[in-house]
């Protein structure tokens, strides 16, 4: 009776490990996205110019509201369709403009 060879003993080793993967089943189509272990080369160009953003709560409710008022879009589904975020997200933030 054989024995199966050792994984140590095989000639062909599998690839060292190199990074970790995440799959995500939520989207109709599974993706698996690879994050290496190595550093990752940032490039300057797609980083800001040093300028801050102005990540004030009321200045964002003020934005969405500009939107819905010149009729860019209909509805506060199509705002949320158009900037990539849930209608309930566009509900909170609008909200903001009643308190």
Request: aromatic share 6%.
């Given at each position: 009776m054989t024995k199966a060879p050792r994984v140590d003993q095989q000639e062909n080793q599998p690839l060292p490990e190199v990074g970790a993967f995440q799959i995500n089943k939520l989207r109709r189509r599974p993706t698996i996205d690879f994050y290496p272990w190595c550093a990752v080369e940032v490039n300057d160009s797609d980083s800001p110019s040093g300028e801050p953003?102005?990540?004030?709560p009321l200045a964002l409710a003020h934005f969405y509201?500009?939107?819905l008022d010149s009729?860019?879009?209909d509805s506060r589904a199509a705002l949320?369709?158009?900037l990539g975020v849930s209608r309930?997200?566009?509900t909170q933030v609008l909200n903001r403009l009643k308190r």
């Open positions: 953003v102005n990540r004030d509201q500009s939107l009729n860019v879009v949320a369709r158009y309930a997200r566009v």
